[in-house]
């Protein structure tokens, strides 16, 4: 996803005018889904779900909170941006269907940028089998503003809520935890070495996995279809985008039940394991409060261990839920009992674990 480097005059986005640029940032959408009925060209897109439950969610993401443009290509926050929205409706055990893009943007951005933004969002639209099916654009004045609104469908009896969870449930997680707060970290501490010495060159060798998982993570739509075909319906689910201790705080509430995690059942990527060592932070509080990861977080019926023990490696299980309402804690490997407090992303706290 590598951002094209040309030496053309770029185009101003007066240029083009609000509606010539709508024109030009929704070419080349196809529709795939038979229930998208009719996309960008009309007052309103028109969807027929037939039948099906619609699902439906929204993410703001806004420049210098969400991502910050000195080492984020305009391709992959694209990307990002829509696959963190796939991501809600998987965790609802849904299929997204549609999109619609709302982008607010200052004069600093050409045409051309903007063109890199949607090729990523549209990238993100043909490897998940989603429409974009309308949007809006205005002017900013403090920068970048993206605001997706995701719709999806489930059959009434697939949906999966964060309130289905019951005592003695087991707490699985998908892949792997950590990785996309350790990738901002290195991101951030690049960004401050290139501020001290423009000359420097960034420090990045072997760290793919970990800057991928910040820059370009994936929706577990794999996870969502294993489940489906071993005949596993998750009591509870939720993805986890504030961090895991959040999201197991936010199934205790939403369930009325509480929870024992074992710290050493954390997956942790070796590369995440070693660059949060190197920050002098504990893996597993990267795991617990870092955030992005948009892994999946979900409860199964004990009766389905056999059945997840199947799936690939990718599923974990990290704990089971207690009749102990709202009171979530972690078990070291040395048997002490940690409270599990959610120190995760909040947008509406000064203060904040990362950003």
């Not at 063109?115 to 809006?136: N, P, S």
């Not at 799936?311 to 207690?322: A, H, K, L, N, Q």
């Not at 959610?342 to 000064?350: L, N």
């Amino acid at each position: 996803m590598e951002q094209e480097t040309t030496n053309k005059p770029l185009t101003e986005l007066d240029e083009l005018g609000e509606f010539g640029l709508i024109d030009q940032l929704t070419t080349d959408f196809p529709l795939r889904n038979a229930s998208s009925l009719k996309g960008v060209g009309d007052d309103a897109a028109v969807i027929n779900h037939e039948g099906m439950r619609t699902l439906v969610s929204v993410d703001m993401l806004i420049e210098g909170i969400h991502f910050d443009m000195t080492y984020c290509p305009l391709k992959h926050l694209g990307y990002k941006a829509a696959v963190s929205n796939f991501s809600d409706i998987y965790a609802m055990n849904g299929t997204p269907t549609q999109i619609v893009v709302g982008l607010g943007v200052s004069s600093r951005y050409s045409v051309e940028a903007l063109d890199e933004l949607y090729a990523g969002i549209r990238l993100a639209c043909e490897r998940y089998h989603v429409d974009m099916v309308g949007g809006d654009t205005t002017s900013s004045k403090t920068g970048l503003v993206i605001s997706i609104t995701v719709i999806g469908m489930a059959k009434e009896e697939d949906i999966v809520y964060r309130s289905g969870a019951k005592k003695n449930d087991l707490l699985c997680v998908s892949g792997d935890l950590g990785g996309a707060y350790v990738g901002l970290l290195i991101l951030e501490r690049e960004k401050a070495e290139f501020l001290s010495n423009p000359n420097m060159q960034p420090q990045l060798k072997g760290l793919d996995y970990v800057l991928e998982r910040q820059l370009k993570p994936e929706a577990r739509k794999d996870i969502v279809e294993q489940l489906k075909t071993l005949g596993i319906k998750p009591t509870s689910m939720i993805d986890i985008s504030d961090g895991l201790a959040s999201e197991i705080l936010h199934l205790c509430k939403e369930s009325g039940v509480g929870c024992q995690l074992y710290e050493e059942r954390i997956p942790i990527d070796p590369t995440t394991d070693k660059m949060a060592k190197e920050f002098q932070i504990v893996p597993s509080v990267a795991a617990l409060s870092g955030g992005e990861d948009y892994e999946l977080l979900f409860t199964i019926d004990q009766k389905d261990y056999e059945k997840i023990q199947t799936m690939s490696s990718d599923v974990t299980v990290i704990g089971y839920m207690t009749d102990n309402v709202g009171v979530a804690e972690m078990i070291t490997p040395d048997n002490h009992v940690i409270p599990i407090k959610a120190q995760g992303w909040d947008h509406m706290k000064k203060t904040m674990a990362h950003s």
